[in-house]
């Protein structure tokens, strides 16, 4: 301790080092009871084309319910699921169950045949060289074809990860699912990993898309995001977009697929189907007419 210091200082420090300790020692406890007594439940959040509004997939987003605390969002468990080696666990049970939804609302015709489920994947899992296997016995088993179905990871996968991350991504691609870039443009400026890696997709970073339409940088990274990305042959959806104007400005910069409030939080499943059974019936093949990019 540093001389003249008191030791209340101390104290206080150490008190609330014990306090942060224990607060994850024991969510980490309550996260293994939430897997084994079905605590856990996936949400879906719309991917709308962004002229029309319609859906054109949406997002699958694991919740947890504590029977005591009640709701705990993610960013407080899934970086605890990480270090405690539970995320592999969790994001099995997360893709199957929303595999499965698909499956259900693919055969009661809720769904068309082009939605699809973007579903979350933690690096951990993708250095698992038995998952394109395991994916690919979950799609049939659950009716699903691999064209409805992304999955989603940070930039971070393709930069620190490993030979096996890399084969594992290719043979997922060769399956023949779609994977994109999560929360595109928060991490990393080298962007040559776009070409070596079989990515289809990236979903541009809610922090871009706050200040579209008011902000002249954001919309100028936003355009030039989207030139780059259409260039190398991927797709590009925006992600958290709130406002009317916000949804046009990536309209004029030509993004054609978005997700956010302004569509829709994700929520249960019974309230998507819901929510969204007119708007996707209504439209051939549960798409709507495909308009060029700009
Ligand atoms: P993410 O994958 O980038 O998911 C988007 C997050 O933005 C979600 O937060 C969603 O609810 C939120 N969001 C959507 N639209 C808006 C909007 O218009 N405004 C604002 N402010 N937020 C919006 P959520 O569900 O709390 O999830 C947070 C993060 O937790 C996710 O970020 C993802 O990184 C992680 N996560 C969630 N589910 C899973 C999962 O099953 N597996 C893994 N590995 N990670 C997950
Ligand atoms: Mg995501
Ligand atoms: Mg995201
Ligand atoms: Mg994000």
């Given at each position: 301790?540093?001389?003249?210091?008191?030791?209340?200082?101390?104290?206080?420090?150490?008190?609330?080092?014990?306090?942060?300790?224990?607060?994850?020692?024991?969510?980490?406890?309550?996260?293994?009871?939430?897997?084994?007594?079905?605590?856990?439940?996936?949400?879906?959040?719309?991917?709308v084309r962004l002229e029309t509004g319609i859906?054109?997939?949406?997002?699958?987003?694991?919740?947890?319910?504590?029977?005591?605390?009640?709701?705990?969002?993610?960013?407080?468990?899934?970086?605890?699921?990480?270090?405690?080696?539970?995320?592999?666990?969790?994001?099995?049970?997360?893709?199957?169950?929303?595999?499965?939804?698909?499956?259900?609302?693919?055969?009661?015709?809720?769904?068309?045949?082009?939605?699809?489920?973007?579903?979350?994947?933690?690096?951990?899992?993708?250095?698992?060289?038995?998952?394109?296997?395991?994916?690919?016995?979950?799609?049939?088993?659950?009716?699903?074809?691999?064209?409805?179905?992304?999955?989603?990871?940070?930039?971070?996968?393709?930069?620190?990860?490993?030979?096996?991350?890399?084969?594992?991504?290719?043979?997922?691609?060769?399956?023949?699912?779609?994977?994109?870039?999560?929360?595109?443009?928060?991490?990393?400026?080298?962007?040559?990993?776009?070409?070596?890696?079989?990515?289809?997709?990236?979903?541009?970073?809610?922090?871009?898309?706050?200040?579209?339409?008011?902000?002249?940088?954001?919309?100028?990274?936003?355009?030039?995001?989207?030139?780059?990305?259409?260039?190398?042959?991927?797709?590009?959806?925006?992600?958290?977009?709130?406002?009317?104007?916000?949804r046009?400005?990536l309209h004029?910069?030509?993004v054609v697929n978005g997700?956010?409030?302004?569509?829709?939080?994700?929520?249960?499943?019974?309230?998507?189907?819901?929510?969204?059974?007119?708007?996707?019936?209504?439209?051939?093949?549960?798409?709507p007419e495909i308009v060029?990019?700009?």
């Amino acid at each position: 301790r540093a001389k003249g210091e008191g030791p209340g200082r101390s104290t206080i420090f150490d008190t609330s080092m014990h306090t942060q300790v224990r607060e994850r020692i024991e969510l980490e406890v309550a996260l293994r009871q939430a897997l084994t007594e079905d605590q856990l439940h996936v949400a879906y959040q719309p991917i709308v084309r962004l002229e029309t509004g319609i859906p054109v997939g949406a997002e699958a987003l694991v919740r947890w319910m504590h029977p005591e605390r009640g709701p705990i969002p993610p960013m407080a468990f899934i970086p605890i699921a990480e270090d405690a080696g539970l995320i592999t666990e969790i994001g099995t049970w997360v893709r199957k169950e929303a595999l499965r939804q698909l499956g259900v609302w693919r055969s009661e015709g809720t769904v068309g045949d082009e939605f699809y489920l973007s579903i979350n994947v933690s690096p951990r899992q993708l250095s698992d060289p038995e998952l394109p296997l395991i994916v690919s016995g979950e799609m049939v088993r659950y009716g699903v074809p691999p064209h409805c179905v992304a999955l989603e990871m940070t930039e971070s996968v393709m930069v620190d990860g490993s030979s096996v991350t890399s084969r594992v991504l290719f043979e997922l691609r060769e399956i023949g699912v779609k994977l994109l870039v999560d929360d595109f443009g928060t991490g990393f400026s080298a962007l040559g990993y776009l070409r070596r890696f079989p990515v289809t997709g990236v979903k541009i970073d809610r922090s871009f898309v706050t200040g579209l339409g008011v902000n002249i940088e954001d919309d100028e990274i936003v355009r030039a995001v989207v030139a780059m990305s259409h260039a190398l042959g991927l797709s590009v959806i925006a992600e958290g977009v709130e406002t009317p104007l916000q949804r046009e400005a990536l309209h004029v910069v030509g993004v054609v697929n978005g997700q956010g409030w302004l569509w829709g939080a994700a929520v249960k499943p019974e309230e998507f189907a819901e929510r969204w059974r007119e708007t996707m019936t209504r439209v051939p093949n549960g798409i709507p007419e495909i308009v060029a990019n700009p």
